[in-house]
């Protein structure tokens, strides 16, 4: 494994860790977040994801994670039940991706 490729796997697997340390006393959106980012982690760990895929996927996630705070500032701080509807689809997108990437043909060396 190159140095980026390392460099990737470690930020990745420390910020699933920071996740899901917080996640469990913030709600189910945050432990999904948590679980998404455990999921990614696991497959930059066991070369299921390339470097790349991997970056794909943290990028989404940033994506997703900049939308919830724009939401919340909308709000007044806090999510409407519409709000939770958008977030829920786009999680389970997200997690379609990590499935699909993890599952195709393509191995880290």
Excluded: C, F, W
């Amino acid at each position: 494994m190159n140095r980026t490729g390392m460099i990737l796997t470690l930020g990745t697997v420390v910020a699933a860790l920071a996740a899901a340390t917080t996640a469990r006393a913030a709600g189910p959106i945050q432990q999904r977040k948590a679980n998404q980012q455990q999921r990614i982690a696991q497959g930059v760990a066991s070369g299921q994801l390339t470097a790349g895929e991997a970056a794909r996927l943290e990028g989404r996630e940033a994506a997703l994670n900049h939308e919830i705070r724009a939401m919340r500032r909308a709000d007044g701080g806090a999510l409407t039940p519409g709000d939770r509807a958008v977030i829920g689809r786009q999680q389970d997108r997200l997690s379609g991706g990590i499935y699909r990437l993890k599952h195709n043909a393509r191995r880290r060396p």
